[in-house]
T-cell receptor, first 115, second 111 residues
């Protein structure tokens, strides 16, 4: 069983739709959860950062963490063609140094928002 | 904003060549990482470093080495390039406990 599972898609939605992206994980020691967005031929950029369980909202983006189910989600409201990208979830055990502070990435979900 | 700069966006090298990929960050970050990214395989960690002159193997270090002589610079070396090392290479840096900042990537083709 892989540590972090993410459906690769591709996911295609019409402009204005609500998008739900998800990851599951197996290691209950993960404490820090992130979402990265990667445009074609670019490096990933940090989108959302959450510590432990709960919700975090930033504009049209909401990140949810359910540690009891080992499940994290990213919701995009009023999706735009400019949201078309690959979204990678990432998580780590510790905020301190050493390998426990290394991020474990999902493989990414490719999203396409059609005008 | 933190900047992570990779020296080349595109490189074409011949089989057997020694290849150097350079990465420089400008925010005094302690940690630096090299990944390769391939379709269907996601990001795979090659090497990482927590401090100057320190290095740790990641998940796929075979065929690669690294050098960190200065805090801001982390170099990835392909000792003898092979066609199966054709890939997108991504460098990242971080302060402990914070998310990574990635460079724009180097697309390496080995022919």
């Amino acid at each position: 069983q892989k540590e972090v599972e993410q459906d690769p898609g591709p996911l295609s939605v019409p402009e204005g739709a609500i998008v739900s992206l998800n990851c599951t994980y197996s290691n209950s020691a993960f404490q820090y959860f992130m979402w990265y967005r990667q445009y074609s031929r670019k490096g990933p950029e940090l989108l959302m950062y959450t510590y432990s369980s709960g919700n975090k909202e930033d504009g049209r983006f909401t990140a949810q963490v359910d540690k009891s189910s080992k499940y994290i989600s990213l919701f995009i409201r009023d999706s735009q063609p400019s949201d078309s990208a690959t979204y990678l979830c990432a998580m780590m055990m510790s905020g301190y140094g050493g390998s426990q502070g290394n991020l474990i990435f999902g493989k990414g979900t490719k999203l396409s928002v059609k005008p | 904003d933190v900047k992570v700069t990779q020296s080349s966006r595109y490189l074409v090298k011949r089989t057997g060549e020694k290849v150097f990929l350079e990465c420089v960050q400008d925010m005094d970050h302690e940690n630096m990482f090299w990944y390769r990214q391939d379709p269907g395989l996601g990001l795979r960690l090659i090497y990482f470093s927590y401090d100057v002159k320190m290095k740790e193997k990641g998940d796929i270090p075979e065929g690669y080495s690294v050098s960190r002589e200065k805090k801001e610079r982390f170099s990835l070396i392909l000792e003898s390039a092979s066609t199966n090392q054709t890939s997108m290479y991504l460098c990242a840096s971080s302060q402990t406990g914070v998310g990574y900042t990635f460079g724009s990537g180097t697309r390496l083709t080995v022919v």
